[in-house]
């Protein structure tokens, strides 16, 4: 059994409600996450994740920017995105950002690519959704042969070919640590192995145990390789209070408006309270409770699935912030600690 999971917690930089109920403004929530992602640190969590996205409810569209300015407050944890999405960007550019984060953090960073959940990326920055696989597969292909931290020369059809191309800075360690977020597509699931890559899970509807044949997948696939088992990390949101009750009546509102606002723009209907309820429940994928009930659902995941770290996205649509810092707190203090010891 994995005794050695490291806990990590992520944020969309969601825009939150202020003292007054109102939408705080796009800075202010880019500063209340510094300090969450601070206040984290203090209290020994192991990662801290934040996310890219291009609309009006996320406050964060250059994670590297958050994430250098919560390592010059930091000294221990791990800070990276969730996720970058390298479809859409430069694997060069990301590279560079993200060594020389790993350099102002002295070896904290890390870098988790995916497609995102969201399109508005690809117009933003002139790119055609019909090339949506192409433009994944290409960049991450690249970004792989830019990890080896060597002269580069590689060719496609989504950018410029490069010959013997140096890229600058190298990191201290010659490892920049890089995952692939995958939502359980097998072709993702398959692609992470071939490139080597560890693995994250984003687990946001049903139980767990329905991926774990995710999970078996990934490990032959690497055995079919010859690799070696490398790391695999489930991110599913979450909320923390001192009472099952308290948490679900907290989060509740907040959540429904988030989810039926985006379910509108992808045709789904408005959730019920009856569809939360089995979200939280014991076969739900959203880690909301007391930090005893959050512990026992972390428990059954790491032994279902043979993870090595779990990452609660803590954020949830308008969220004052001082709930936030609550949230973070018993996650830190009650819940890691009931997790270590139920898991040994």
Do not use: C
Not at 208 to 228: G, M, T, W
Not at 302 to 321: C, E, N, Q, V
């Amino acid at each position: 059994m994995t005794v050695s999971l490291e806990f990590g917690l992520d944020t969309f930089g969601d825009i939150t409600d202020g003292p007054d109920a109102h939408p705080r403004s796009y800075p202010e929530v880019i500063r209340e996450v510094v300090e969450q992602a601070t206040f984290a640190d203090d209290l020994g969590v192991n990662f801290f994740g934040v996310g890219e996205h291009h609309r009006d409810d996320f406050a964060i569209t250059s994670p590297e920017m958050v994430l250098a300015a919560i390592a010059a407050r930091t000294t221990n944890i791990h800070l990276g995105s969730a996720v970058t999405v390298v479809s859409s960007d430069d694997p060069v550019r990301v590279f560079e950002r993200f060594a020389t984060l790993d350099a102002v953090s002295k070896g904290r960073a890390e870098v988790i690519l995916g497609r995102g959940s969201f399109t508005e990326s690809f117009p933003l920055f002139g790119y055609d959704l019909d090339d949506y696989d192409l433009l994944f597969e290409e960049k991450v292909a690249l970004f792989v042969e830019l990890l080896k931290e060597q002269p580069v020369t590689w060719s496609g059809t989504t950018r410029s070919p490069l010959t013997d191309q140096p890229v600058y800075p190298r990191t201290e360690s010659g490892h920049l640590s890089t995952w692939i977020g995958v939502g359980g597509s097998p072709q993702s699931v398959v692609r992470a192995a071939r490139f080597e890559l560890p693995l994250v899970i984003a687990i946001i509807g049903g139980n767990s145990a329905r991926f774990r044949p995710i999970v078996d997948l990934y490990e032959r696939a690497l055995d079919s390789l010859d690799v070696a088992r490398l790391p695999i990390a489930v991110h599913s949101p979450g909320f923390v209070a001192d009472s099952d009750a308290a948490a679900q009546e907290q989060i509740w509102p907040y959540m429904k408006a988030m989810r039926d606002r985006i379910g509108a723009e992808r045709g789904w209907g408005p959730i019920q309270r009856g569809d939360f309820a089995g979200d939280v429940g014991p076969e739900g994928s959203w880690y909301v409770g007391s930090p005893e009930t959050v512990a026992r659902k972390i428990a059954t995941t790491t032994r279902t699935l043979g993870i090595a770290r779990f990452d609660m996205k803590y954020s949830a649509g308008r969220l004052p912030h001082p709930r936030l810092m609550r949230s973070i707190e018993l996650y830190a203090t009650r819940v890691i600690p009931l997790v270590k010891d139920m898991l040994s």
